[in-house]
């Protein structure tokens, strides 16, 4: 996390994200949703075990919350439990102008499987849109770890669109 303790004035960010690329691997960066959406998508590279991001505009953010969201992919081989340091560097604000105190965090792989896989069988099939469908429309439960496996589109629910 970047910690300000007040997020005012700031109308440039630049930084760089670190993690194991035998667990993650960085595939986009939005701000949508965030304080910063008014700068709009923000500049990103990704190379192995980083991602470099970047943004600025016009108005200067103010307030707190969420800066920027990074989506990862997870190894098809790490197992439940793995875990990756991320670690933020060069972390620039206003050019540097602005001080910041870095936490760094970590990830934890927490379910195995297949995105789509509802039925933990290994496949991705009719029965598992079947599935998704069922539990939509409340007729069955979904444990944790099936909502994260049924949501396939990455919208925060498994649905029918998750099911086409």
Same mark, same amino acid.
């Given at each position: ?18 993690y ?30 980083q ?9 200067a ?20 439990g ?33 995105s %789509? @896989? &509802? /039925?933990? !069988? $290994?496949?991705v =099939? +009719?029965?598992d *849109? #079947? ?11 979904f ?6 496996? %049924? @949501? &396939? /589109?990455? !919208? $925060?629910?498994? =649905? +029918?669109y998750? *099911? #086409?």
């Amino acid at each position: 996390m970047i910690w300000h303790n007040s997020i005012k004035g700031i109308i440039g960010v630049g930084f760089k994200l670190n993690y194991d690329p035998t667990i993650l691997t960085a595939t986009s960066a939005t701000t949508t949703g965030t304080i910063a959406s008014g700068f709009g998508a923000p500049t990103y590279n990704v190379t192995s075990g980083q991602i470099a991001i970047s943004m600025s505009g016009a108005t200067a953010l103010s307030g707190s919350g969420v800066l920027v969201k990074i989506s990862f992919n997870v190894a098809a081989n790490a197992t439940v439990g793995a875990t990756s340091a991320l670690t933020l560097n060069n972390v620039k604000l206003n050019g540097g102008a602005v001080p910041v105190s870095i936490v760094n965090g970590v990830f934890t792989v927490e379910y195995g499987g297949v995105s %789509g @896989d &509802v /039925s933990g !069988d $290994g496949e991705v =099939d +009719p029965y598992d *849109a #079947g599935l998704v469908l069922k539990y939509f429309v409340g007729s069955i439960p979904f444990t944790p770890k099936q909502l994260f496996l %049924g @949501d &396939v /589109s990455d !919208d $925060g629910e498994a =649905d +029918p669109y998750d *099911a #086409g």
